[in-house]
C-alpha cells in the first residue's frame, strides 16, 4: 500500500487581533473600522489549510497554559491538525499578533508579539525526532529561534527531507541568510527576497529575475517569489517563470501567503510538478483573500478543484 503523505508543520501559533478601517486610514488617530479575533500563526495557519485539504499534517509549536491558547488548540485541533507533538508552558503569554488593515483589507502594519515560540528549543526538537524524520516535507516559519532551525535544517539534509521554509517578515528573512544552500524551497514576498538576495528589485520583471538568479547562487533549489496582484516568480535550475494571480475581490491579505505555501506543498504531496503546485498554491490563496479569516472554512479538496478548473 502505498504511503499515506505527511507534512510536519513547525512555527507559530497565535491569536490575531485584526483591525479593518472603514475608509481610507489616517496617521497618528484613531480610526473608525472594525476590530476581530482568530486564530492565526503563520505555522499554525499552513497545517490547518494542509489538514483541510486532507493531508496528514502535524504541527509542532508552543503554547501557552491560558484561555488564548484553550481557544487556538481547540480550533487547531478541530481542523484536522495533529498537535500532540508541541510544547506547553507557562513561562511565557500566548503569542499574539496585531494587524492594521487600510479599508481595502491590505496589511498596512503590524505587531508580533512571539517570545514563547523560544521554548521551541534544539533540545525540545530533539525529543521530536521521530515525528520529523516521518515526514515527506518539513515546513519552517522563520519565528522559530535561528538554532532550531539550523538543528532542523540538518535533519533534512541529512535525511534527504525537502525543507520548505516561510521567511514571515523582512525582519526575520534575515535570519535565514546562513541556511541558504540547506532550503529546498523559500517562499519570501518582494522585499523579502531583496533581503535573502542582498539586491533591490529594479526594472519591473528583469529584477525580479536577477533577484531569483542571486538566491539560487546561495544554495536554493526553488526561490518562489509572491508579487502580490502581479503573481508570482519561480526560479529554479530548470525552470524560471512568471505565474499569474487570479483576479478576486480582497476582503482580507492576511493568511494569503500561508495559503499559498499550503495549496503548494499539497500540490507537491500528489505529485505535481513544482510549476503546478504553485497554481495550486495560488487558488489557495485566492480563496483565502476572500475571508477575513486566515484559512478559509470553506477549503478542501474539491473547492480547490473547482477554482483550477476557473483558471484553465
Aim: a negative charge; one cysteine or more; charged letters at 25%.
Amino acid at each position: 500500500m502505498e504511503k499515506e503523505p505527511h507534512v510536519v508543520v513547525v512555527g507559530a501559533i497565535n491569536m490575531d487581533i485584526k483591525g479593518k478601517s472603514f475608509k481610507t486610514l489616517a496617521p497618528y488617530t484613531s480610526n473608525p473600522g472594525k476590530i476581530e479575533i482568530s486564530a492565526g500563526g503563520v505555522g499554525r495557519n499552513v497545517a490547518e489549510n494542509l489538514a483541510r485539504l486532507k493531508i496528514k499534517t502535524s504541527l509542532i509549536s508552543a503554547v501557552s497554559k491560558d484561555p488564548f491558547s484553550d481557544f487556538l488548540v481547540r480550533k487547531t485541533i478541530a481542523s484536522g491538525v495533529n498537535f500532540e507533538n508541541s510544547i506547553f508552558t507557562d513561562k511565557f503569554p500566548s503569542s499574539l499578533f496585531l494587524a492594521i488593515m487600510n479599508h481595502r483589507g491590505d496589511l498596512i502594519n503590524a505587531i508580533s508579539d512571539m517570545s514563547i515560540l523560544s521554548a521551541i528549543t534544539p533540545e525540545f526538537l530533539k525529543t521530536k525526532e521521530e515525528i520529523l524524520l516521518s515526514a515527506d516535507y518539513i515546513i519552517l516559519d522563520a519565528d522559530i529561534p535561528s538554532d532550531s532551525m539550523d538543528y532542523i535544517l540538518d535533519l533534512g539534509v541529512e535525511n534527504n527531507i525537502p525543507v520548505c521554509v516561510e521567511p514571515v517578515s523582512v525582519d526575520k528573512a534575515g535570519n535565514l541568510l546562513p541556511y541558504l544552500d540547506r532550503i529546498s524551497i523559500v517562499t519570501p514576498n518582494r522585499e523579502e527576497a531583496e533581503v535573502l538576495s542582498g539586491l533591490e528589485i529594479e526594472g519591473g520583471a528583469k529584477g525580479v529575475m536577477n533577484v531569483g538568479d542571486a538566491i539560487l547562487e546561495k544554495g536554493v533549489k526553488y526561490a518562489i517569489i509572491t508579487l502580490g496582484a502581479e503573481g508570482v516568480y519561480l526560479a529554479s535550475k530548470n525552470l524560471k517563470r512568471f505565474i499569474s494571480s487570479i483576479s478576486t475581490v480582497v476582503e482580507d491579505s492576511v493568511g494569503a501567503g500561508d495559503s499559498l505555501v499550503a495549496g503548494m506543498i499539497y500540490g507537491l504531496c500528489k505529485g505535481k510538478s513544482v510549476y503546478e503546485s504553485i497554481q495550486m498554491g495560488i487558488s489557495v490563496a485566492t480563496l483565502t483573500l476572500t475571508t477575513k479569516k486566515a484559512v478559509h472554512p470553506a477549503l478542501s479538496p474539491d473547492t480547490l478543484e473547482k477554482i483550477m478548473r476557473q483558471r484553465d
